[in-house]
């Protein structure tokens, strides 16, 4: 079946601990992306990446690093986690990130930062 | 500055009524999508919009593209209880790739 899996699911941790949230899809899609999404604000991209190796910043990028060594993976890292961030993830592929191709989402990483 | 500005916001109706969803921008979109999003999990996609005033229907629901590209609209008819989410539409904007703007959604509720 076809899917982008997030993981975990739901984290509650610490400031400052270091946590990494993954990504990963099926589909060989060249396009991954994540976002955050947040009462009142909607959903905002984080970082994006057209292909393996390429990654590019979001609306709001600050916080967050993100690599792509495999076209399959995607993971965001949080390398000093503070309240603010608390949100919901998701992550997103798509064959390419161009304007007519459907974004895939996963179900989402709920994440509380305490 | 909110690049893509959906309303109403919040939208709750009566099984059976019509309603409709905007989704305005100042800018210009080479394309617009709408999604849908129930409780707990990610967006689907629903469509795509591409020329100018094109119109695409899904079952009851019809989506307008505006003709000058910055605006857009879905329609649903006779609306159902399972039309309940939230609906979102979105955009590469000045026709960039990979970088995916959303408005903010509209939570729609339809009650039996």
């Known amino acids: 079946e076809a899917q982008v899996t997030q993981n975990p699911r739901y984290l509650i941790t610490v400031t400052g601990k270091k946590l990494t949230v993954t990504c990963s899809q099926n589909?060989?899609?060249?396009?991954m992306s994540w976002y955050r999404q947040d009462p009142g604000l909607g959903l905002r991209q984080i970082y994006y990446s057209m292909n393996v190796e390429v990654t590019d910043k979001g609306d709001v990028p600050e916080g967050y690093k993100v690599s792509r060594k495999e076209k399959r993976n995607f993971p965001l890292i949080l390398e000093s986690p503070s309240p603010n961030q608390t949100s919901l993830y998701f992550c997103a592929s798509s064959l390419a990130g161009t304007a007519r191709e459907p974004q895939h989402f996963g179900d989402g990483t709920r994440l509380s930062i305490l | 500055t909110q690049l893509l500005e959906q309303s109403p916001q919040f939208l709750s109706i009566q099984e059976g009524e019509n309603l409709t969803v905007y989704c305005n921008s100042s800018?210009?979109?080479?394309?617009l999508q709408w999604y849908r999003q129930e409780p707990g999990e990610g967006p689907v996609l629903l469509v795509t919009?591409?020329?100018?005033?094109e119109v695409k229907k899904l079952k009851r629901l019809t989506f307008q593209f505006g003709d000058a590209r910055k605006d857009s609209s879905l329609h649903i008819t006779a609306a159902q209880p399972g039309d309940t989410g939230l609906y979102l539409c979105a955009g590469y904007y000045g026709g960039s790739q990979g970088n995916l703007i959303f408005g903010k959604g509209t939570k729609l509720s339809v009650k039996p």
């Open positions: 800018s210009v979109f080479s394309s």
């Open positions: 919009v591409v020329t100018g005033g």
């Open positions: 589909m060989n899609h060249e396009y």
